[in-house]
């Protein structure tokens, strides 16, 4: 990944704040299109991702290449002065190919083969994909790899989004070559990793090895935790032969490809965002997510993470509702603006939505859009122009970045793999759940925070998951706290190994000694039932019976449940340990406190309950803040200098108005404020 003095090298000739969306002109006709582009440039939209779905065009038949309707709209937002996102078309194989290579087809693990018809018909381990991808990825990098248009490369679109597994022959025969690699063809290893004495399922030879198919019974977590990093490695793999090829012929052009990283499912981000020249992700809320707001802020701060803390680009977002959940709410007046502008506060070089002209036909068509089925006498097309232009007016925050925070959540995405397979004791407690909810009461307090895979720098270091641990990050954790770092480590944490076996000793493993302490038994609880602690909070879902060491504190018991009387936060040194999952209510007490102790600095004032006051720093001593109005109330914020979207200058203090956003640029920031 770049230094975090290079930004300008690797953004190149990307305008900044990018504003956008992903334009699919295939859907209409050349006038249309014409139409389009003066209607962008209207909007302000000075970036387009363009082909994402067009492999059927570009090749209508095999080997029979058709580039001018791309040419064309290509040389349109050239004129026009609107750069291009150019995406390789792989994530929608063409019909022809699908029925000419069905063995190309995604298998599920009971044996059903998935018709094409729809995107990502595939399997990312298909030798006769990978070529025809990188046929038509190599044609587009030799046709547009030097175009003065083309400012980037987006490569597939989603990976692993509705083909993350594949259960098909040919994936098992990638499967076994990944495993005699990974395991230096020992067997004996790998049955020994795996647990296979459980059931007598030993094997014997690698050709007995398959994917974790439908069977009579369980499988070996092992197995599956093996698959899921194989399945991951496999759509990687597929990413990096597109991204290499387009490198040789466009030298100088960064490649990315959209992450979804909020969805926290089967894509170790971490890994990818080592290979991305830019850090991308796709958010869409949850409509009917009394927390949506929250999760805006959590979306932002896991991207801004994945990106190293160095500016990043947020490739799809909706302008209003979306049409693939099951109520789709349209945003309210305002919200489309705030949203954007959350997601450029925390961090972001960029915001462009999904789509630019909403579909008139197809399973999209009821997806929001930049320009609406009505046109331009839409109150979504008037919010999306007047966007345009507040984002144009933030030109000087480009290549910013956010300081660095002092509190950060820890996401390992092996270890959530790993919690949320079955026979589990708890089927409630997920890593997902408990990330959010961590992040939301310190987004409520007004604290910032980082997510990170690992400790570093920062004085507080919250842990509300993490089953499943490596000793070299049990290590990690051990010399952070040793350095005087804090760290909070929440339940049934440091219990099994990345191969989901259970670490020596007692509870909890490879993080008893850390903690000064030993846990004599796991005691999930039935569902919606909580427990009363003697400070006055509340655990859900789960609690254990702790026995601490000497030496360790216990800052709260249980009041009643299955633990009652018994410790149910522990300190030892700058280490704390948490045997149930805090409420909502709980965390916003408990968080801020631990905060305070660990030496944070308290939240600026009028931050929290539903305000974002954020920053970001640039050379010279540059320095803007950002404040998000989410409430019906107008706020009070301090900050002294120019409010950028209004021209108007703060003393001091200022109002943002209910649902409002303010960007002031602070006194001393470049001399004169």
Not at 623 to 641: E, I, K, M, Y
Request: charged share 20%; proline share 8%.
């Amino acid at each position: 990944m770049p230094r975090p003095d290079e930004p300008h090298s690797v953004w190149g000739r990307i305008p900044r704040p990018a504003y956008g969306a992903d334009y699919n002109p295939e859907q209409w006709d050349r006038a249309t299109w014409k139409d389009d582009v003066r209607l962008m440039r209207e909007a302000g939209v000075n970036l387009v991702s363009l082909g994402v779905f067009a492999w059927s065009r570009i090749e209508p038949r095999r080997d029979a290449f058709d580039f001018s309707g791309l040419d064309e709209a290509v040389a349109l937002l050239h004129e026009a002065g609107i750069a291009v996102d150019l995406a390789t078309p792989t994530a929608a194989p063409p019909l022809w190919f699908s029925h000419a290579h069905p063995e190309s087809l995604p298998v599920t693990a009971d044996g059903r083969t998935l018709a094409p018809g729809s995107r990502q018909a595939y399997c990312p381990s298909s030798p006769v994909y990978r070529e025809r991808a990188a046929l038509v990825t190599r044609r587009l990098a030799e046709r547009y790899g030097e175009h003065p248009a083309v400012v980037m490369w987006h490569v597939n679109n989603e990976y692993a989004n509705a083909n993350a597994h594949c259960f098909c022959d040919t994936s098992a025969l990638a499967f076994r070559t990944w495993l005699r690699t990974a395991y230096g063809d020992d067997l004996d290893a790998l049955n020994d990793r795996w647990g296979t004495g459980v059931w007598g399922m030993g094997y014997s030879d690698w050709d007995q090895v398959t994917p974790p198919r439908t069977s009579t019974s369980r499988l070996s977590p092992g197995l599956w935790l093996d698959f899921f990093r194989f399945s991951d490695a496999e759509h990687l793999a597929c990413f990096r032969a597109e991204r290499d090829i387009v490198r040789a012929h466009s030298p100088g052009r960064p490649v990315t490809t959209n992450f979804m990283a909020s969805a926290l499912r089967w894509s170790d981000y971490w890994r990818w965002a080592r290979e991305v020249d830019i850090v991308s992700n796709d958010h869409y809320l949850g409509s009917e997510d009394p927390h949506r707001t929250a999760d805006l802020a959590f979306a932002a701060d896991l991207t801004r993470g994945l990106a190293g803390g160095r500016p990043w680009l947020l490739m799809e977002h909706s302008t209003s509702g979306v049409q693939w959940q099951p109520r789709n709410i349209a945003k309210l007046p305002g919200e489309m603006a705030r949203n954007s502008l959350t997601h450029l506060a925390r961090g972001a070089d960029g915001a462009l939505f999904f789509q630019w002209r909403q579909s008139a036909y197809g399973p999209e068509k009821w997806h929001s859009a930049m320009l609406p089925h009505g046109g331009e006498d839409t109150r979504i097309w008037r919010e999306a122009r007047a966007l345009g232009a507040s984002v144009s007016r933030l030109a000087d925050i480009a290549g910013s970045t956010c300081p660095p925070a002092e509190i950060a959540l820890l996401l390992d995405y092996e270890a959530m793999w790993a919690l949320e397979l079955p026979d589990r004791p708890s089927s409630d407690l997920t890593c997902g759940d408990a990330l959010r909810a961590w992040h939301r009461a310190l987004w409520t307090a007004g604290l910032a925070c980082d997510m990170v895979p690992a400790p570093g720098g920062q004085r507080l270091l919250l842990v509300p998951s993490l089953y499943a641990l490596s000793t070299s990050t049990a290590r990690a954790l051990e010399e952070y706290a040793a350095g005087g770092g804090h760290v909070v480590v929440g339940p049934f944490s440091g219990v099994v190994d990345p191969d989901d076996r259970l670490h020596p000793g007692p509870y909890p493993g490879a993080l008893g000694d850390m903690l000064g302490l030993r846990v004599d038994e796991y005691l999930p609880l039935a569902a919606g039932a909580s427990v009363g602690l003697d400070d006055g909070s509340t655990g859900t879902i789960w609690a254990e019976r702790v026995v601490p060491d000497d030496g360790t504190e216990v800052e709260a018991r249980f009041r009643d449940g299955p633990a009652a009387g018994g410790p149910a936060v522990l300190r030892r040194g700058t280490a704390r340990y948490l045997a149930t999952r805090p409420d909502s209510a709980s965390l916003l007490r408990l968080l801020p406190r631990w905060a305070a102790q660990a030496g944070c600095t308290p939240p600026p004032q009028g931050a929290g309950d539903g305000v974002e006051i954020t920053r970001r720093a640039g050379p010279g001593g540059r320095s803007w803040l950002f404040a998000v109005n989410h409430t019906d109330r107008p706020a009070q914020v301090r900050a002294a200098g120019t409010e950028l979207l209004t021209g108007t200058r703060s003393p001091g203090t200022f109002t943002v108005p209910a649902g409002e956003v303010a960007v002031v640029e602070e006194v001393g920031a470049r001399g004169e404020g």
